[in-house]
């Protein structure tokens, strides 16, 4: 019958290969900083466009109705981790045909395909951070209280990232179509998530039942605390960051079944 | 001896068309329908194989081309699951299972080497200490900075070779590497194949060519359409394999 893992044994798999992870990520950041001269600027080049681009139209094509001023700290303060998120689903979908050669030839518990992935865009984040802070700087925008729940948020979204790459990676492996259609998700996400708005505009403008549908997705709990680090007054209360928490949590669940049912038919197909 | 290796009952089944054709409908059929429909389209690559390997031992794998012995290698290294039975290996597995030993076509051989040692559980500490018995052993000094795809086929198998009998595995798997190889290299390969075994290794071997097979291995697993045929002396396992093909050849068969 099918070979049953345990899940604790593959946990502590996954913790005793954490030396060949960091391994991972230090080769993908190598790759990424150091071959390029442009590296850095590259990295952070997009997010810095966006925000620039909705800066430009909002700010100065019209007058901004929504979010807060400095307007470009509050786009930021959601543009970066999105991009990390953005880049993670993307990655997740190639993290295991990608280095398919390297897959096919260990025998390492191969989550780590996916962790490797979630924890090189994090580290590209945190390199994009000192960014935020410069804006922040320039427009005299100070930090509040809320900054003690970045950790949190951080820790929400990767859980998050875990489980939906989890999902993802054997998922597009196996089905073309997956990609297509993350790409057209993933546009709608952007725009569904609190980036060029906040929680606080829906919730004003929209109110009751859309406003608590809206939160439904995880981003908003998750985005909103990010920003609440400079702006006290977008602070949605402990409702959103709770089903952020619960959505979380329950994505990391699936994604750690879907991985593991699917671990053998990827195995033969890359 | 304690058993390194028990296969029981192991079974891996492929698809037969390459296209790949599931449908997200598969994923939500139930467990019955869904093996139903695959049973139509599949073929088993390997079936029924059980067998045990004692600390040690040195296993030659015999049969024609898609008979199942690089599958069976790969389950044991575990970069393959199996479909059906089980399979414990005890202790880690140092692959030579693709000719090139996983090694990545865009990176110098000096970053293959440190990414498939890291990869396969050396430290840092413990590759800078093998690298230059590594670099020599390949004999790839002067091309330490060129990317491996610029690789001659022969560089490549010695570098693959090198870097996995340095690690610290105790079971080690060569699949068909000694072909490659020149004169001069096969002669290094075999005194590294020899202390390997001497050092107690546990051995499995792929190859074609008999005297190989009867150099290093005790035992010979024989494998015929996915089915392990005959389980012995390796001589047993290769007078079976001869007299399998012979009948099948020969231009006169008296049956």
Redesign the interface.
């Known amino acids: 019958m099918a070979v049953h893992v345990e899940a604790t044994p593959r946990l502590g798999a996954l913790w005793g290969n954490r030396r060949i992870l960091r391994l991972l990520v230090s080769r993908d950041l190598k790759v990424k900083y150091s071959d390029s001269l442009l590296g850095y600027v590259w990295s952070i080049l997009e997010p810095l466009m966006m925000a620039g681009v909705y800066w430009f139209v909002f700010t100065q094509l019209m007058d901004r109705q929504l979010g807060e001023a400095p307007y470009i700290v509050f786009l930021l303060a959601a543009m970066l981790p999105w991009q990390w998120a953005n880049a993670v689903l993307r990655a997740s979908m190639k993290a295991l045909s990608k280095d398919a050669k390297l897959v096919r030839s260990t025998n390492l518990p191969r989550e780590i395909w996916i962790l490797r992935t979630v924890g090189s865009k994090f580290a590209e984040f945190v390199f994009a951070l000192p960014v935020l802070a410069l804006f922040a700087l320039i427009n005299r925008a100070e930090l509040t209280k809320f900054v003690v729940f970045f950790p949190l948020a951080v820790l929400l979204q990767g859980v998050l990232l875990t489980g939906a790459g989890l999902i993802l990676a054997p998922l597009a492996t196996l089905y073309s179509d997956v990609e297509r259609l993350m790409r057209i998700v993933l546009r709608l996400l952007f725009y569904f998530s609190p980036i060029i708005y906040g929680v606080s505009d829906v919730q004003s403008r929209l109110g009751g039942t859309v406003a608590d549908l809206y939160v439904l997705n995880p981003l908003a709990g998750i985005f909103d605390l990010y920003r609440t680090a400079f702006f006290a007054d977008e602070w949605a209360g402990w409702g959103a960051v709770g089903i952020a928490a619960g959505v979380s949590v329950t994505m990391l669940v699936v994604g750690i079944f879907t991985f593991r049912r699917l671990e053998g038919t990827v195995l033969k197909e890359i | 001896m304690s058993p390194v290796i028990e296969a029981d009952g192991l079974g891996?089944a492929?698809?037969r068309n390459r296209r790949?054709n599931?449908?997200?409908r598969d994923l939500a059929s139930g467990r019955a329908e869904r093996a139903k429909r695959a049973r139509r389209n599949q073929f088993w690559a390997l079936r029924d194989v059980s067998f045990t390997v004692s600390e040690g031992e040195a296993v030659g794998l015999v049969g024609g081309n898609g008979q199942g012995k690089s599958t069976l290698l790969k389950l044991i290294?575990?970069?393959?699951?199996?479909?059906?039975?089980?399979l414990r290996v005890r202790g880690?597995?140092a692959?030579l299972?693709?000719v090139?030993?996983?090694?990545?076509g865009d990176l110098t051989a000096r970053d293959n080497i440190w990414?498939?040692a890291?990869?396969?559980?050396l430290?840092k500490p413990e590759i800078a200490a093998r690298f230059d018995e590594i670099v020599d052993f390949a004999e790839v000094g002067d091309f330490l900075d060129t990317p491996f795809r610029h690789f001659s086929s022969g560089m490549k198998v010695r570098l693959g070779f090198a870097v996995i009998t340095t690690l610290d595995e105790p079971v080690v798997l060569v699949d068909e590497v000694l072909a490659v190889g020149d004169r001069a290299f096969r002669e290094k390969c075999y005194k590294r194949m020899g202390d390997l075994l001497s050092g107690g290794r546990t051995l499995f071997l792929v190859s074609h060519n008999e005297n190989d097979l009867r150099r290093f291995c005790t035992r010979g697993l024989y494998l015929r359409a996915g089915s392990l045929v005959t389980d012995g002396p390796v001589e047993d396992a290769l007078e079976r394999y001869r007299e399998d093909t012979g009948r099948r050849r020969g231009p006169k068969s008296t049956e």
């Open positions: 891996i492929f698809k790949r599931r449908r997200l290294a575990g970069v393959l699951l199996p479909d059906e039975g089980r880690g597995v692959p299972i693709e090139t030993g996983g090694f990545v990414l498939t890291g990869l396969h559980g430290s």
